[in-house]
């Protein structure tokens, strides 16, 4: 059995999309083991996102790539940022969304949890999440107007990207004696 955290952001709870959420998982197989209201912190919410070089650069990377994909422009003043500082600004504002509000997370298991989690949650980018996904269906926020608003893209839900990203996850999110079978 793999295990794979969710966590319903929340803009996701504003908008009152936790029972369609987690009817959407139930109905695909998968199995709830853990699940908490938790209001966190920013230290938890640093932890979650990360703050390793490679990450910060790779998400600078991302960030000038999409702008040049959908010809925003280049000159902008994040654009001339540094890949690594992008990647700072970023975090800063994936921190600030996720402790704005309650978040709901949730340890999903089954066979494959990761890889059947992530298409049923679809692209990071909503507006290139496909029709069925819930990004796709419920989400409608893009880099685009999240980065001209200097803040996280609001996409309504995180899952975990791979099994080693779900048991770190799962030690940040969750005690022991918090997770059934």
Do not use: C
């Not at 921190?95 to 990071?124: C, E, F, H």
């Amino acid at each position: 059995m793999e295990q794979s955290v969710v966590l319903i952001k929340p803009d996701g709870l504003a908008r009152g999309l936790v029972g369609e959420i987690i009817s959407r998982f139930e109905k695909a197989g998968l199995q709830l083991v853990a699940m908490k209201l938790v209001r966190i912190d920013e230290t938890i919410a640093g932890k979650h996102y990360g703050v390793n070089d490679e990450w910060f650069e790779n998400v600078g990377k991302k960030l000038k790539a999409f702008y040049e994909k959908v010809g925003l422009d280049k000159e902008e003043e994040l654009a001339k940022l540094p890949n690594k500082e992008i990647g700072k600004l970023v975090q800063k504002w994936n921190i600030d969304y996720l402790t704005k509000g309650p978040v709901v997370a949730m340890l999903w298991q089954s066979p494959n949890a990761v890889a059947v989690i992530r298409k049923m949650v679809g692209s990071t980018f909503p507006e290139e999440a496909a029709p069925g996904t819930i990004r796709g269906d419920y989400s409608f926020d893009s880099p685009a107007i999240s980065n001209v608003a200097k803040r996280s893209i609001y996409n309504l839900i995180h899952a975990s990207g791979t099994a080693q990203e779900g048991q770190f996850e799962r030690k940040l999110w969750f005690k022991e004696e918090e997770i059934f079978s």
